[in-house]
């Protein structure tokens, strides 16, 4: 069975150290000194949530489990520590990965490449879950490329450049955002209040979602909650198991056609949590088009009011057993730590 430890590369940490004592210290963490502007509550508000969900990546990963692998204890590391990665001591048999996500790469700027390469040559190998249209929008995507060993992404085709730089062996997954739960964290709610949580942000707030949100006020009326804030505190997703259905945004509002079909695991916590999932139909439809076909979650045409509420009222009327089914599904293959444990397993030792 193959050996394998991982290090997750996240730009809120510093040293490399193991991920248990990160969390540790997660809490407590002042974050002004990291932020441009120091002084600026709303954007110390938004760092908390930033570096809380980021965390909460890692945890996942330190939680890791697939039957062909035996997994060490995870480390952490940011730009300060990453590149001691090359040098700690390894255990007899131990194959070494470095994780990273999202456009967390660029951090290191034009270094990016010489640090991935680095690595690769001390025997470290890649892994980059990159959401959405990473080969397109980082810059540092060339760069790191010809050193990935697994890429998981939600652009497809990648820019020619990016897929050019790929290694042959390279084990690539087209797969998009999921939830950043891990087994066991999420607890089933036999006797959910009946309602309708909205789940979004002000950045979401378009005019459309503003037309959809009067609406459901009227139609559901106490049945109804909406949530504006710009994201739910890790600590706090847990007690949103107390709704039956979360309404979750869609990606309409953006131009890049990743983003479009889905830019947001708000309906994979709904999921996780037990909710019934209801979602906007994307532009281009893509991977919630799937669960829906597969009946994991509630989907309506665009603007169209009248089968928003014919969706609410399905999600509404979901049986404990079709709630079970949603809540096993998302909680075994729509979280980081499943998508990433597979991809491992499926790359080469």
């Given at each position: 069975m193959r050996r394998i430890r991982v290090c997750y590369f996240?730009?809120?940490?510093?040293?490399?150290?193991?991920?248990p004592d990160y969390l540790a210290r997660v809490p407590g963490m002042d974050l002004k000194p990291l932020l441009a502007r120091p002084g600026d509550v709303e954007l110390l508000r938004k760092a908390r949530l930033d570096c809380d969900w980021y965390a909460a990546n890692a945890r996942c990963f330190a939680a890791m489990q697939h039957p062909e692998i035996a997994f060490l204890p995870a480390w952490i590391a940011g730009k300060a520590g990453v590149l001691d990665?090359?040098?700690?001591?390894?255990?007899?048999?131990?194959?070494?990965?470095?994780?990273?996500?999202?456009?967390?790469p660029q951090a290191l700027g034009d270094l990016a490449g010489k640090v991935w390469s680095m690595l690769a040559r001390a025997g470290v190998r890649h892994c980059?879950?990159?959401?959405?249209?990473?080969?397109?929008?980082?810059?540092?995507?060339?760069?790191?490329?010809?050193?990935?060993?697994?890429?998981?992404?939600?652009?497809?085709?990648?820019?020619?450049?990016?897929?050019?730089?790929?290694?042959?062996?390279?084990?690539?997954?087209?797969?998009s955002w999921v939830a950043n739960f891990t087994p066991g964290e999420a607890v089933f709610n036999e006797a959910p209040e009946e309602k309708i949580y909205f789940?979004?942000?002000?950045?979401?707030?378009?005019?459309?979602?503003?037309?959809?949100?009067?609406?459901?006020?009227?139609?559901?009326?106490?049945?109804?909650?909406?949530?504006?804030?710009?994201?739910?505190?890790?600590?706090?997703?847990?007690?949103?198991?107390?709704?039956?259905a979360g309404l979750s945004p869609e990606g309409r509002k953006f131009t890049t056609p990743a983003m479009a079909r889905t830019h947001t695991d708000r309906p994979f916590w709904s999921g996780c949590l037990g909710q019934v999932p209801v979602?906007?139909?994307?532009?281009?439809?893509?991977?919630?088009?799937?669960?829906?076909?597969a009946g994991l979650i509630v989907r309506y045409a665009h603007a169209d009011l009248d089968a928003l509420a014919a969706a609410c009222e399905r999600a509404l009327a979901a049986t404990n057993a079709e709630r079970r089914r949603i809540f096993g599904h998302f909680n075994a293959r729509e979280t980081v730590g499943a998508v990433v444990a597979e991809a491992l397993a499926a790359s080469p030792a």
């Open positions: 996240n730009t809120w940490a510093g040293r490399l150290e193991p991920v990665l090359a040098t700690a001591p390894r255990e007899p048999g131990e194959e070494r990965w470095l994780l990273c996500m999202a456009h967390q980059f879950y990159a959401f959405d249209e990473a080969s397109r929008f980082m810059p540092c995507f060339d760069a790191i490329a010809p050193h990935l060993d697994v890429l998981i992404h939600d652009e497809s085709p990648l820019a020619e450049s990016g897929a050019a730089a790929l290694k042959p062996s390279c084990v690539a997954r087209h797969r789940l979004g942000s002000q950045l979401g707030l378009t005019p459309h979602r503003q037309r959809q949100l009067d609406f459901l006020r009227r139609k559901f009326k106490g049945r109804f909650v909406a949530s504006h804030d710009h994201s739910t505190p890790v600590d706090g997703r847990f007690a949103l198991n107390r709704y039956k979602s906007e139909d994307s532009k281009f439809g893509g991977r919630l088009e799937e669960l829906h076909a």
